[in-house]
């Protein structure tokens, strides 16, 4: 029986190899405008390095974060330390979050700046991939702010790996993939509009991360069916997802969906 270590997967055409399931940390730093069904407690360090632990353990190896997660960043830098190697790092550039508010920056010298203080924040040479945090105004964004300029120039110098577009819109998406390495995209049971960007990824070797696989824990609260293996099936039945990044900070949580996703490739396969 494989396990999660044995279906890592190429990230597009990056160079990249990630696993199925990435560990997604909006809960490791941020608990005021989120949108979770219920109430939570930020982990303190010792139980956020559990689960770090854990999720390697089971296979894990693709993180991801941005500025716009409160502390994430910034915690993140102490808890990886000394294993760099073993993860590909995902963060973003573009949103802020400040005073419970959060506010978008898309310019070349703001994308600059952000992608300098999150190697800072995350200790660390290079990170593998940075994601343009949109505000959902995706074709404006991608055509008129710099930001993907900047990200070229930065991969050139060797600071990130690849780039690419968490949107909210099948143009966005469709755009952003043409000229970057890859695209987040929401795609879950109850949400599959963004289909058309897998769709042209599968098809053009280009890198997808799901978002919002559980529709946020949405998809949790549904009597039945396992809803985690529901939303797996559905997700890791297109060729074009690379991964997807689910937040959870329960470690029983985290050990049932790399459980299913294992289950669920598997059988696919
Ligand atoms: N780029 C963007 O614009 C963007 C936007 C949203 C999210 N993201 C990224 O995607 C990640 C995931 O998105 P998300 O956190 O909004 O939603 P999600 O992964 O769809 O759902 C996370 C929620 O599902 C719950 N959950 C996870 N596994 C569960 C299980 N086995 N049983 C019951 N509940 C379970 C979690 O609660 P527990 O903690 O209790 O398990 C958490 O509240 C984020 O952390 C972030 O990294 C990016």
């Known amino acids: 029986m494989k396990t999660l270590h044995e279906l890592h997967r190429p990230l597009g055409s990056?160079?990249?190899?990630?696993?199925?399931?990435?560990?997604?940390?909006?809960?490791?730093?941020?608990?005021?405008?989120?949108?979770?069904?219920?109430?939570?407690?930020?982990?303190?360090?010792?139980?956020?390095?559990?689960?770090?632990?854990?999720?390697?353990?089971?296979?894990?190896?693709?993180?991801?974060?941005?500025?716009?997660?409160?502390?994430s960043e910034e915690r993140l830098g102490p808890l990886l330390r000394g294993q760099r190697h073993e993860w590909v790092i995902v963060s973003k550039v573009g949103e802020e979050f400040e005073g419970g508010q959060s506010r978008h920056d898309f310019s070349a010298e703001h994308t600059r700046l952000s992608v300098e203080r999150s190697l800072k924040r995350l200790e660390t040479?290079?990170?593998?991939?940075?994601?343009?945090?949109?505000?959902?105004?995706?074709?404006?964004?991608?055509?008129?702010?710099?930001?993907?300029?900047?990200?070229?120039e930065l991969k050139q110098q060797g600071k990130i790996r690849g780039y690419g577009f968490s949107g909210?819109?099948?143009?966005?998406?469709?755009?952003?993939?043409?000229?970057?390495?890859?695209?987040?995209?929401?795609?879950?049971?109850?949400?599959?509009?963004?289909?058309p960007v897998l769709d042209y990824a599968a098809s053009h070797g280009k890198a997808i991360l799901v978002k919002k696989a559980l529709a946020s824990g949405?998809?949790?609260?549904?009597?039945g069916v396992d809803p985690i293996q529901a939303s797996f099936e559905l997700l890791f039945a297109h060729p074009g997802v690379a991964s997807a990044i689910v937040g959870t900070i329960n470690p029983l949580h985290l050990a049932h969906n790399v459980a299913t996703a294992a289950a669920v490739i598997r059988r696919q396969t």
């Open 125 to 152: 040479d290079f990170i593998d991939l940075v994601l343009v945090h949109s505000d959902g105004n995706d074709l404006a964004v991608l055509n008129d702010s710099g930001v993907y300029q900047a990200l070229a």
């Open 168 to 195: 909210k819109t099948v143009e966005g998406g469709l755009l952003a993939l043409r000229e970057g390495d890859c695209a987040m995209v929401t795609y879950n049971l109850n949400e599959q509009s963004e289909k």
């Open 218 to 223: 949405h998809v949790c609260l549904s009597p």
């Open 14 to 71: 990056t160079g990249l190899r990630v696993s199925p399931l990435g560990l997604g940390t909006v809960k490791l730093g941020r608990d005021q405008g989120v949108k979770y069904p219920n109430g939570f407690t930020i982990p303190d360090d010792r139980e956020a390095q559990m689960l770090l632990k854990l999720a390697r353990d089971l296979g894990i190896n693709l993180i991801d974060t941005a500025p716009a997660y409160g502390t």
